[in-house]
């Protein structure tokens, strides 16, 4: 079936360095991609998403590029700030029936100050 | 306008007693999705609301779950007999069309978390 791999976390970085978070999966179909976001106790938000090869999704200085040909979708910030401390999760959902969504594990990111 | 309310935000239950959650997804969604969220498992699909049409099952981990939505909103998500593995965040979910527009958004809830002791 379908599934999503994250990198493992927790990921621990200094406000304004560069981060990424890798995201790959495996679908039989052609999948919308996303990715979630969970502040502390807060619900899940959706970040940012793209629906087909070569889109980028983007949102708050994220970015994130549909790679068909590497099944990824790595999420990037150029400068991250203490407020994008959270978990993220990378998801997808098929494009047939209930495009439920199937999640990656979940990548808990802090940013010190 | 309003988002995504579950009830109730917590709940501690003893094994072996029934439990309910309630959902109630943003006004005018058709399409309404239940996932839970624990520790060992990560997150996953239970089950899918969709109009009137049947539900898809395919995400509940035994017969002891069943969910219900009455009137095309509200939904109750209902766990028979629980156990200690069944502890976990319960998450609503809903969206504009579901299935039937690919790149509809789901919008989630705060979630009930649930402790089976």
């Known amino acids: 079936g379908d599934s999503v791999t994250q990198m493992e976390g927790p990921v621990t970085l200094s406000e304004e360095a560069f981060l990424t978070i890798n995201c790959t999966y495996t679908?039989?179909?052609?999948?919308?991609l996303f990715w979630y976001v969970q502040y502390p106790g807060e619900g899940l938000q959706l970040l940012l998403k793209a629906t087909k090869a070569d889109d980028k999704g983007s949102n708050k200085g994220f970015e994130a590029t549909y790679r068909k040909e590497t099944t990824s979708f790595h999420l990037e910030k150029g400068s991250v700030q203490v407020s994008d401390s959270a978990v993220y999760f990378c998801?997808?959902?098929?494009?047939?029936?209930?495009?439920?969504?199937?999640f990656g594990q979940g990548t808990r990111l802090t940013i010190n100050p | 306008g309003a988002g995504v309310s579950q009830s109730p935000s917590n709940k501690v239950t003893e094994k072996g007693k029934d439990v309910e959650l309630r959902c109630d997804p943003i006004s005018g969604h058709t399409a309404l999705y239940w996932y839970r969220q624990s520790l060992g498992q990560g997150l996953e699909f239970l089950i899918y609301?969709?109009?009137?049409?049947?539900?898809?099952k395919s995400g509940l981990p035994s017969d002891r779950f069943s969910a219900e939505r009455t009137g095309g909103s509200v939904s109750t998500l209902t766990i028979q007999r629980t156990q200690q593995e069944d502890s976990a965040v319960y998450l609503c979910?809903?969206?504009?069309?579901?299935?039937?527009?690919?790149?509809?958004?789901?919008?989630f809830g705060p979630g009930t978390r649930l402790t089976v002791l």
């Open positions: 679908a039989t179909g052609y999948p919308s």
């Open positions: 998801a997808l959902s098929d494009r047939q029936g209930a495009q439920k969504l199937v």
């Open positions: 609301f969709q109009g009137n049409s049947a539900p898809d």
């Open positions: 979910a809903s969206s504009l069309s579901g299935g039937a527009v690919s790149t509809d958004t789901q919008y």
